[in-house]
């Protein structure tokens, strides 16, 4: 890390800090944060959600064709989970920041 490095983290701790004094400014960081989340989350679903649909494809027998489907379901259920639980985590924490 150079030093350039370390200057600009602390400008931008010192930015999110003052900014997450006022309550609104608050409110903005989780909302920000949770929506940077969520939409990390949905293209890394759907880039994991791509690569199963190209093993369904790339399938030969019936064995590869049931750990294909079995894939994409699982990343469906977890890709869905996690994502929700963030959304559900961002939305308890504007709550709770709110007098």
Known sequence: MRLWHLSAIILMLGLVMAIARDPVGCVALIV????????????TAIMALFQTIGALGMARGLLQHGQAVAATTFVLVLATGVMSLWLFVGAWLVRAALP
């Open 32 to 43: 920000f944060v949770t929506g940077l989340g969520e939409v990390i989350l949905g293209t």
